[in-house]
């Protein structure tokens, strides 16, 4: 069975398993963490290995002090090649309801004694291994009872199938293993509950079943998770079944997407709206669901919200330019004359005077030969990032980079090797060890979740020493860093600029939009080349004005950005004098809570008291790490913020107490 695309795959590269086990010993107790395997060539192996080790490094069942990693060189003619189970989806809404479904599945396949079946399930919550149980006995019949049997050496072919190595497939890694289970000898079925406490589905799989999902088999948080072989057959033959589960190698191919659509037959079947409903529902219980708040009044200090005046604490107009009276008056007379909307694209009918009078601005604020709008900060990563780069480069992108970038980064199709934040020196051993003949380093300048600042002189250094295109996103860095809010080269004292400084309008500059600055020939390019840019109306003239009379006040007056940057240390030092540690440079300040639920729950109360401040979950930020990201303006007075930062204070070490006692 094993093909010959495979052979001409490996090539001369050769192929190896990677196999991954990470454990922590708790009062002398070995507690598993986390396991996970590959099957690659030699050319991914090193990468892959960096993935899997970052995987036992940062589980949600805690922090690993112990790591296997095991690699094998292995031959093609020893893989078996297996096409992927069918898979389907039952949406349950609780976990009973799906420990329901396994029993109605497991009698479906003639196995009557389902019932006692999920009992034993909880046999296998403390084993690493899994248990292999004959179905109609229930005789256990692995040879090791208390640490069970593990299926290793598999992986899904990724042939074809492009794939973020970062990151884990739970789905992708389940269909291997039920694939490759179904097809070991005398096996029936398997029952799988996850044991990763940020998962609560599980699933029935069978060689004639197909792999069965179901939505909910355990509580949010619970680490209980167990597997079950189901053995039916002569206990001559067990061993052959071992030694197949243990030893044969395998790839899982076509294996198809996920898909909550239900089971025919199975709750929710013939409602084509059940995966929505079901998502919907599982955010909900995770606290996790987002809404909007609708504000009554412009963006400013204070907001009208529900009727209550409030001070806002959350807003990106660093500024306060979007109130400002005289980017107001001017914004109405532009209007006046070219009208509220632009037509059409910038290379059609979209282009102005007012368009180019921007961007000329732009390129004298930013002190670089040219500049380019895009239409929102989002729109202008996605579009340099995938005009810039290609199948073939090297993208070196920071862990915490915005959502933007990581989304360009994809579009593009080049290789993401992603350095840890802020590290120069492991983003250096990155690129010795992923060379390249075209590639970019891109960075957030202030990351907008942390409001730290990139360590731009060293990003620089290193970009010019191996010939990479350099990058900065100034969308939290423009009007608020440097003495004259310049930006990140002007708080470092630098005269050298990042090849591509991209930026937005909308945050300190109070507007809409997004731009890139860098020399005439880059901006020539991606004209011609950047699809978010040409396919695209450009911005409206009005909108357009407003962030001319916004720069040029910043360029003007000065004392504006003078101002933020007092409230921000004066700010950190009243919080600090609460008992809230905080220290930014920058005008975004985290205050790290750790639990979704508490997290929204401060900001409820805060809320309550007249404190706009926003609370923010995964996935923007790692589970674990919710926080309240507090944001100030120029117009912020001392009293205002004395105030709040006593009662935010006041609210955290409240929560923070309960948690304690």
């Known amino acids: 069975m094993v093909k010959n695309y495979l052979r001409n795959r490996v090539k001369l590269m050769g192929l190896y398993s990677i196999k991954m086990r990470a454990s922590n010993c708790e009062e002398g107790t070995e507690k598993h963490i986390s396991g996970a395997e590959k099957i690659v060539s030699g050319g991914s192996l090193l990468r892959y290995s960096d993935a899997?080790?970052?995987?036992?490094?940062?589980?949600?069942?805690?922090?690993?002090?112990?790591?296997?990693?095991?690699?094998?060189?292995?031959?093609?003619?020893?893989?078996?090649?297996?096409?992927?189970?069918?898979?389907?989806?039952?949406?349950?809404?609780?976990?009973?309801?799906?420990?329901?479904?396994?029993?109605?599945l497991l009698e479906k396949m003639n196995i009557p004694k389902a019932a006692e079946i999920i009992e034993k399930l909880k046999e296998t919550y403390p084993m690493r291994g899994a248990m292999l149980l004959d179905a109609d006995s229930l005789e256990r019949l692995e040879p090791d009872k208390e640490r069970g049997i593990r299926a290793v050496y598999m992986d899904a072919d990724h042939s074809g199938r492009q794939e973020t190595i970062e990151m884990k497939n739970p789905y992708y890694e389940a269909m291997v293993l039920a694939a490759k289970a179904a097809y070991a000898p005398n096996i029936i079925g398997e029952i799988c509950i996850s044991d990763d406490p940020n998962y609560v589905t599980g699933y029935v799989a069978s060689k004639d079943m197909g792999y069965v999902r179901i939505t909910k088999l355990k509580e949010k948080g619970s680490q209980?998770?167990?597997?079950?072989?189901?053995?039916?057959?002569?206990?001559?033959?067990?061993?052959?079944?071992?030694?197949?589960?243990?030893?044969?190698?395998?790839?899982?191919?076509?294996?198809?997407?996920?898909?909550?659509?239900?089971?025919?037959?199975?709750?929710?079947?013939?409602?084509?709206?059940?995966?929505?409903?079901?998502?919907?529902?599982?955010?909900?219980?995770?606290?996790?669901?987002?809404?909007?708040?609708?504000?009554?009044?412009?963006?400013?200090?204070?907001?009208?919200?529900?009727?209550?005046?409030?001070?806002?604490?959350?807003?990106?107009?660093?500024?306060?330019?979007?109130?400002?009276?005289?980017?107001?008056?001017?914004?109405?007379?532009?209007?006046?004359?070219?009208?509220?909307?632009?037509?059409?694209?910038?290379?059609?009918?979209?282009?102005?005077?007012?368009?180019?009078?921007?961007?000329?601005?732009?390129?004298?604020?930013?002190?670089?030969?040219?500049?380019?709008?895009?239409?929102?900060?989002?729109?202008?990563?996605?579009?340099?990032?995938?005009?810039?780069?290609?199948?073939?480069?090297?993208?070196?992108?920071?862990?915490?980079?915005?959502?933007?970038?990581?989304?360009?980064?994809?579009?593009?199709?080049?290789?993401?090797?992603?350095?840890?934040?802020?590290?120069?020196?492991?983003?250096?051993?990155?690129?010795?060890?992923?060379?390249?003949?075209k590639g970019l380093i891109v960075s957030d300048a202030v990351f907008s979740m942390d409001g730290d600042i990139v360590d731009l002189p060293r990003l620089l250094e290193i970009a010019e020493r191996y010939e990479l295109f350099s990058m900065l996103d100034e969308a939290h860095a423009t009007g608020v860093i440097g003495k004259k809010g310049l930006g990140t080269a002007e708080y470092y004292g630098l005269d050298k600029k990042p090849d591509i400084l991209m930026g937005t309008l909308s945050k300190a500059i109070g507007s809409e939009g997004g731009f890139v600055c860098g020399k005439q020939i880059l901006i020539d390019y991606l004209k011609n080349k950047s699809r978010s840019f040409i396919f695209s109306t450009s911005l409206s003239p009005a909108v357009t004005a407003s962030s001319i009379k916004a720069i040029e006040l910043i360029m003007n007056e000065p004392q504006r950005v003078e101002a933020l940057q007092k409230n921000i240390q004066y700010f950190c030092q009243c919080l600090r004098e609460s008992g809230i540690e905080a220290d930014s440079q920058t005008a975004i300040i985290p205050i790290i809570i750790g639990g979704e639920k508490q997290t929204m729950e401060i900001s409820k109360e805060l809320l309550a008291q007249g404190y706009y401040i926003s609370a923010i979950r995964y996935p923007t930020v790692k589970k674990g790490s919710a926080r309240l990201r507090i944001t100030l303006m120029s117009t912020h007075t001392k009293e205002e913020l004395k105030r709040s930062a006593q009662t935010i204070g006041n609210i955290v070490n409240k929560y923070r107490g309960r948690n304690q006692s």
């Open 52 to 104: 899997l080790l970052k995987r036992g490094l940062y589980h949600s069942k805690g922090k690993a002090d112990f790591i296997n990693l095991k690699i094998e060189a292995i031959s093609s003619a020893e893989i078996l090649c297996l096409d992927s189970l069918p898979a389907r989806t039952i949406p349950v809404h609780n976990h009973q309801e799906g420990m329901q479904t396994i029993i109605g």
């Open 224 to 437: 209980d998770g167990g597997r079950i072989f189901l053995y039916r057959g002569d206990r001559s033959e067990v061993q052959s079944c071992l030694d197949y589960l243990e030893k044969q190698k395998v790839l899982v191919r076509n294996i198809p997407p996920l898909s909550d659509q239900p089971v025919p037959g199975g709750k929710g079947a013939n409602n084509k709206w059940s995966f929505i409903e079901n998502t919907l529902g599982n955010l909900k219980d995770n606290n996790l669901f987002r809404s909007m708040n609708e504000l009554s009044s412009a963006q400013s200090a204070h907001v009208s919200f529900q009727g209550q005046d409030m001070l806002m604490l959350a807003s990106n107009s660093y500024l306060d330019m979007s109130n400002d009276g005289q980017v107001k008056t001017y914004t109405l007379k532009v209007m006046e004359e070219y009208g509220v909307g632009s037509g059409g694209s910038r290379l059609t009918t979209g282009t102005t005077s007012i368009h180019q009078q921007l961007e000329n601005l732009l390129a004298k604020f930013k002190g670089t030969e040219a500049a380019l709008v895009y239409n929102t900060g989002y729109m202008a990563n996605v579009g340099i990032i995938s005009a810039l780069c290609a199948k073939d480069d090297i993208v070196f992108s920071d862990e915490l980079n915005h959502a933007s970038i990581i989304d360009g980064c994809r579009l593009s199709k080049a290789r993401i090797v992603v350095y840890r934040h802020n590290d120069m020196d492991d983003l250096e051993a990155k690129i010795k060890a992923n060379p390249c003949a």
